[in-house]
């Protein structure tokens, strides 16, 4: 069905910029970048996605039975998006935030032409009907070069959904919900929004990947809307039989000064808030993966471990279990959506207190953006420290959260919401940032 074209690279970085600059020609578009980073998961440095030979959209109800018809009809990669708000297929639940960028709540595509990048050797994946313009091209990619341009048109003012005093407040109600026993934790989050803004959405990558370097950097583009995601996290992968979640929680702020950063580091992995919260994820993964996995299979391989970033320090944990060859891929997913990381224990009830609280529909922001394989194996991030745009609406949107536990300050939480927020802002607001 395919036809593989193996090309070596002279310089892998000028590739990837000239391959995205390329790629912009198509309609419907995916682009996921490990920047490099060591991962003992992982099995390519880059993947893009162009071009739909068929597609799906569909809004919440019944998303994930179209999805799995979808992969059984195609037998082939699929690339694409789970929205947060699939929750709303798996649980009585509904969204009734504020939306102002309008993005399907699922959308996947077969793609006509793959492009797959492995240290310093490029693999074409093309359809059939296809297959005789890779030369073309790969002669293409290596001449399409520019510098960069600014991000914006004009300058962008970034608005709050939520001010300091009615976040505040509503972390107070949230406090309340888990005093009464409600729920343990929950993640709450809230929206910076632009309105009538234009910017240029590979440039806008292009400054956020640089600042940011994280593992599971993606870029999507569908007609008029764009994701633009600098995403520390996996949400889950399944390579044969096994499956691995790596949840975050936990966050601080990285130094200029070795030492302090150093300190900043320790003190992160010893918080004992900050182990809870990462820890009661943990659980609710492992509670979520047991669903199809062999007994006895589900470990823990990494428990709230450090890592740093170019940003911020994370703790992440590592979960690990084995599911039988026949399980299907999107079983797997509808099983274990949304992540706990972005939801809260017990899930349902922090799910239903997030939308009683939160002002905007969340949409793809604390989704999942991954592909298939034909084989059924399949890997997918969580769409955090991400801009959302709707070129054609000229809404703009980065949205940021932190976990509520019984032991959490408001203050201290929304200090987090800033850091977090740090990164996005200072790729639309600054033009030092190249």
């Known amino acids: 069905m395919r036809t593989a074209y193996h090309y070596r690279i002279k310089d892998k970085s000028a590739f990837k910029r000239r391959l995205l600059l390329w790629a912009q020609g198509y309609n419907e578009v995916v682009w996921l970048d490990s920047n490099d980073h060591k991962d003992i998961y992982g099995s390519k440095d880059g993947i893009l996605a162009v071009g739909a030979a068929s597609s799906i959209q569909y809004q919440a109800k019944g998303a994930f039975l179209k999805l799995k018809e979808f992969i059984d009809q195609t037998e082939d990669w699929i690339f694409g998006y789970l929205s947060y ?21 699922l959308y996947f595509f077969q793609p006509k032409k793959i492009i797959r990048i492995k240290d310093q050797m490029a693999e074409f994946l093309y359809l059939s009907s296809c297959q005789e313009e890779v030369l073309d091209d790969i002669e293409k990619i290596n001449s399409n070069d ?3 341009v600014p991000a914006t048109h004009d300058p962008i003012k970034i608005r709050m959904r939520m001010f300091k005093e009615t976040y505040y407040h509503k972390v107070g109600q949230m406090l309340k919900h888990i005093q009464r026993g409600n729920i343990y934790e929950a993640n709450f989050c809230q929206e910076f929004y ?17 600042i940011s370097r994280p593992p599971f950097a993606a870029y999507l583009k569908i007609g008029p809307l764009y994701l633009i995601s600098a995403s520390p996290e996996r949400f889950l992968k399944k390579q044969g039989d096994l499956l691995v979640s790596q949840p975050i929680k936990g966050t601080a702020r990285r130094s200029s000064d070795s030492a302090e950063d150093e300190q900043l580091k320790k003190d992160l992995g010893s918080d004992p808030k900050e182990r809870a919260e990462n820890i009661m994820i943990v659980d609710l993964v492992r509670n979520d993966l047991s669903k199809f996995a062999l007994k006895g299979s589900v470990k823990v391989k990494e428990l709230c471990k450090v890592y740093s970033f170019e940003q911020v320090h994370q703790m992440i944990s590592t979960i690990e279990a084995t599911v039988a060859k026949n399980t299907h891929p999107a079983d797997l997913l509808k099983a274990t959506f949304p992540m706990g990381s972005m939801t809260g224990a017990p899930k349902y009830s ?19 953006v991954g592909y298939f394989e034909p084989d059924k194996n ?21 949205s940021v959260g932190s976990a509520i536990t019984a ?19 200072l790729v639309l607001e600054k033009d030092d940032v190249k």
């Open 378 to 398: 399949f890997d997918f991030n969580v769409v955090i420290r991400s801009i959302l745009y709707n070129h054609k609406r000229q809404y703009l949107s980065f």
């Open 146 to 148: 520019k510098e960069a």
């Open 85 to 105: 708000d699939l929750k709303n297929d798996l649980e009585d639940l509904s969204s009734n935030g504020y939306d102002g960028l309008g993005f399907p709540d």
């Open 350 to 368: 922090a799910m239903k207190i997030i939308e009683e609280l939160e002002r905007t529909k969340r949409g793809l922001y604390s989704g999942a």
């Open 194 to 210: 632009a309105q009538q803004t234009i910017i240029d959405p590979v440039t806008a990558y292009r400054r956020l990947n640089k």
């Open 407 to 425: 032991k959490a300050l408001p203050e201290k939480e929304y200090q987090e919401c800033l850091l977090k927020a740090k990164a996005m802002r």
